[in-house]
């Protein structure tokens, strides 16, 4: 069977340096266990304790399983990926120390650093992307990370493609995939940002089937996303305006995408992510709506 998770994410817990308070991990946690969902991702390095054996303790009292964790690096500048990949090895052990031994590291660039592409998330064209000098550095610093945590720890890296950063468009995914080492790095494969970057995240399911390691459901509003190219919204923005709907309110085809992963016999998980910021709406009444919504599906 397939098994739901959801993230921190979701309720407000990301990564980037934001203005309000998100939740604490308890709260965070608890929710997440009362609205039905089995696991969970790490969220960014700190927000859970750092502690294995805490770590442990608090997750197993809820009954949930750790499948990942969130490592952002900027890969287009070489001289990050000495401290990427310290970042990735330090989250790797705590997961592996804390009992989860085949939790994923969910690499990703350093979203949101880049002003051109925060400004313009949701509408790339292909002038603002990377130099074919930057594409090798980049690739190569994806292999690198994923390269160490396997041979550290056993665990396997997939990369998350994501709105705000290098990695946005279904060009920018294929030309990563092609620059790559499949048997060495995977694809998260992030429905909502694939369908704000541009692509049909069902396309992208059957086109990367054997890449696809680990599953992030986010809805995307083709609304809100019209209401960004007219009004020029930056990533932050958009993500404000509710970019990332409830599931089964946005474009995306769930529905063939389930069908999709049944037929494949994908055992694994899925994780869902509405990401919104710090203090926006309702995480809790959003996540029990999603886990609905799933069920409907037959999750």
């Not at 089995?38 to 009954?63: C, H, I, N, Y």
């Not at 399911?205 to 992030?216: G, P």
């Amino acid at each position: 069977m397939i098994k739901v998770a959801n993230a921190p994410c979701s309720w407000g817990a990301l990564e980037f340096e934001l203005e309000g308070k998100p939740l604490g991990y308890g709260q965070v946690l608890a929710e997440m266990a009362e609205t039905g969902y089995a696991g969970t991702e790490l969220g960014d390095w700190g927000f859970m304790p750092t502690d294995p054996k805490q770590l442990r303790q608090v997750l197993s009292e809820k009954r949930l399983e750790l499948l990942g964790a969130f490592v952002p690096v900027a890969l287009a500048k070489e001289e990050s990926h000495g401290a990427g990949v310290e970042l990735a090895l330090k989250t790797a052990k705590l997961m592996f120390d804390a009992g989860f031994k085949t939790a994923f590291i969910v690499l990703a660039d350093e979203n949101g650093s880049v002003e051109g592409r925060t400004k313009n998330a949701g509408r790339i064209t292909p002038e603002m992307g990377l130099s074919d000098a930057h594409w090798k550095t980049f690739a190569s610093g994806a292999e690198k990370v994923a390269r160490i945590v396997k041979e550290q720890f056993g665990m396997r890296t997939v990369f998350h493609h994501h709105c705000g950063g290098y990695v946005e468009t279904p060009d920018e995914v294929a030309k990563l995939m092609e620059l790559t080492d499949p048997s060495l790095l995977g694809l998260c494969l992030d429905m909502g940002h694939y369908a704000f970057g541009g692509g049909n995240p069902v396309v992208a399911l059957e086109k990367y089937s054997s890449r696809i390691w680990h599953v992030h459901f986010k809805d995307y509003s083709e609304q809100v996303g019209k209401e960004a190219k007219e009004n020029g919204y930056d990533y932050f923005k958009s993500v404000e305006k509710g970019v990332f709907c409830e599931l089964g309110k946005g474009s995306v085809d769930f529905k063939s995408i389930v069908d999709i992963l049944n037929n494949r016999g994908y055992q694994d998980w899925i994780v869902v992510e509405q990401d919104v910021l710090p203090g926006m709406g309702n995480p809790k009444q959003c996540a029990a709506n999603n886990r609905e919504f799933l069920k409907s599906l037959g999750l």
